[in-house]
């Protein structure tokens, strides 16, 4: 069986969908967390690696990573661009088992990423994906509400929302 693994040109979705490059107008970070945010729900949902990266070329320092909704964040090195850093993943993940996709609107990385074996998704596929994967959480959702037994102790929807989100491992 393949595993899957999604790379996420982070800047690039994030200047692609709507609803975060208005976000980023009022602030990056929250723009990155919020895409973090819908990566976690998109490997919940497919159960795929996700790796999400950031361009820190114009920042000092070494690369940065961490998990955050339990996704792999990376932010690049010094002197090097998610690009770069996502056609060396795509190089190193690569194997016989292994199916990378890579995320971005970006032509010329998905030429490149294509011709070392990874499939390309754009920005506005990804982002159909999610809109669909929401319907389906939402539906599941509403599911479980309308079959959980009666509670003396009524949740209100936004305690109930919390919850879902501890169940998805989501903080």
Do not use: C
């Not at 790796?51 to 339990?70: P, Q, S």
């Not at 996704?71 to 690049?76: A, G, P, R, S, Y």
């Amino acid at each position: 069986m393949k595993k899957d693994i999604l790379l996420v040109d982070g800047y690039n979705i994030i200047g692609a969908w709507q609803e975060l490059s208005k976000l980023k107008l009022v602030s990056l970070a929250e723009a990155r967390d919020r895409l973090i945010e819908r990566m976690a729900e998109y490997k919940a949902h497919t159960g795929w690696r996700v790796i999400v990266l950031f361009d820190a070329h114009l920042m000092r320092g070494t690369e940065k990573k961490n998990w955050k909704h339990n996704v792999e964040v990376v932010f690049t090195r010094e002197n090097e661009t998610a690009d770069e850093r996502i056609e060396k993943l795509v190089s190193e993940l690569s194997g016989r088992r292994v199916q990378i996709h890579v995320a971005t609107s970006d032509l010329t990385e998905q030429w490149v990423i294509f011709a070392q074996g990874a499939l390309r998704k754009s920005a506005r596929e990804l982002e159909i994906e999610m809109n669909e994967i929401d319907k389906l959480i939402t539906k599941k959702v509403k599911e479980i509400q309308e079959e959980r037994p009666f509670s003396k102790i009524q949740l209100s929807d936004e305690v109930a929302e919390i919850f879902e989100k501890w169940r998805r491992g989501m903080k």
